[in-house]
């Protein structure tokens, strides 16, 4: 059973339910981080949860019920986090397949502390650092 105060519940397109236990990150650095393991487990639910309202609007019709993101080809191997700032940081991502390539992408996470749950950490804004690149 999926309950409790961090449970964040979604449907899909066709009405089923899911469910993401989601503890809200307590600092920046842990809400880049949670967002890097929501990319590499393709799970869009807890992407969408670390947004915070504004973001939320702008972002929700890239999930069109869709809750698991990605693509079956190139999925990311690695990640590394690094803060730029109190409230910035790039996530740099390594993304293979099943050929001998590699590519990178890097994103730039702004985040701010959550108005309304002062102690909590959402991702305001997320910009392309780079475009994904062969790096082999």
């Not at 504004?54 to 990640?79: A, H, I, M, N």
């Not at 909590?120 to 804004?125: A, E, L, V």
């Not at 475009?131 to 082999?136: A, I, Q, R």
């Amino acid at each position: 059973m999926c309950a409790g105060p961090f449970a964040v519940f979604f449907k899909d397109q066709k009405h089923h339910v899911l469910c993401t236990r989601f503890a809200p990150p307590a600092t920046a650095e842990q809400c880049a981080n949670d967002y890097a393991e929501a990319i590499k487990g393709r799970n869009g639910a807890l992407e969408f949860a670390l947004y915070d309202n504004s973001l939320k609007e702008e972002k929700r019709g890239d999930f069109s019920g869709q809750w698991v993101t990605g693509v079956s080809s190139l999925w990311v191997d690695s990640y590394t986090v690094k803060m730029t700032g109190d409230t910035h940081a790039t996530v740099s991502f390594l993304y293979v397949d099943n050929s001998p390539e590699q590519y990178t992408e890097a994103v730039t996470l702004t985040i701010q502390e959550n108005s309304e749950s002062p102690g909590y950490y959402n991702i305001t804004d997320i910009g392309n650092a780079s475009d994904v690149n062969n790096s082999v």
